[in-house]
């Protein structure tokens, strides 16, 4: 993977989520005490070996630079402030005057969460015929449908995923985008279309992922929700779905090519159900592999490593035993918002 830089666009006014967004800028809405969308972000970037980040301000831009400084969890920050908003593109163009002609980049919009592997979508943005790739999601209905045979309904979905596919909101660039005469404008109503006219335009995606663009104080409560329980880690997250005195289970989702650290348990005795996806289990003198539907068993004082050679959603019933982990080896940096397994 060739070096890349980061650019999170955060100069939006938020005008839908006030009164919230009008002492605080969107990006810096909490997912739940003291993480916020900005935070996550550029967590997804250290996560994907992504080394330097620039934050295009501009509402409240500040209040960003005070978090975050200079350097934030080991990411260089830099900022690029927009001192009249001129659409999406104006943003992205200031950004680009500030790297290389042949400096690729992923872009992103500030509202944005995703689940998504950017250090996949760099790799497989290289490899592409395209110099500019669009992540791509499955549309959700925001309305149940009913199915209809003859004169009657025969069946409800509730809130079924569509097939469509929407713009998720980050972009990969293997250099500076050529802006032609546009200065202004949304980007997405501008280049995108043109790209698309002169077949210069690719598309990346990963389906079954959490995806959601906070646009509106719904889509807030849904995304505050989903991190009631729930700890991003390097390599995907994990979270509690039933926490008791008898037993604990938890959600975990690795991303491809990810692995949790190389750890043991002292008492907890825990069974993984494989949800959906493939990888292995390594243990200190094997390897156990696994597909969807299979169960592993591991006993307390058993060091082992989860890998993941596709995204993988996994549950872990156990022992209630919640702080229980020894970790042996890290493979990614420790120094993240909320610790590694």
Known sequence: ????????????????????????????VELKEDYTILDKQIFDFKSAGVKKVILLTGFL????????GNNYMGVDIEYVREEQPLGTLNAIRLGMEHIDDDTQCVIRNGDVVADLSIKKMIEDGEKSPYDFTIFVTQMTSPYGIVD????????????PLLDYYINGGIYFSKGKLDFGNYQ?????????PELAK??????????????????????LQQVQQEYEN??????????????????????LFLKEGYQTSFHYHPNKDETMYIVSGKGYIEFEDKKE?????????????????IVATENTILHEVSTPDLDDTIRIKDFYDSETPEGDR
Not at 184 to 192: A, C, M, Q, R
Not at 233 to 241: A, C, H, M, R, V
Request: aromatic share 12%.
């Open 184 to 192: 202004t404008g949304d980007i997405e109503k501008t280049i995108f």
């Open 1 to 28: 993977m060739n070096d890349t830089v980061g650019m999170i666009l955060c100069g939006g006014f938020g005008k839908r989520l006030r009164p919230v967004t009008e002492t605080v800028p969107k990006p810096l």
């Open 148 to 159: 209809l045979s003859g004169d009657k309904i025969v069946s409800f979905k509730e809130k």
């Open 198 to 219: 002169d077949k210069k335009l690719g598309y990346y995606k990963e389906n079954g992922l959490f995806w959601m663009a906070v646009d509106t104080s719904k889509e």
């Open 61 to 68: 831009g500040e209040k960003i630079e005070e978090r975050y």
């Open 230 to 251: 729930r700890v991003d880690k390097p390599w995907g997250y994990e979270k509690i779905l039933i926490y008791t005195e008898k037993y604990l289970t938890k959600e």
């Open 289 to 305: 592999y696994f597909n969807k539907k299979d169960t592993i068993r591991i006993e307390p004082n058993t060091p082992h490593t």
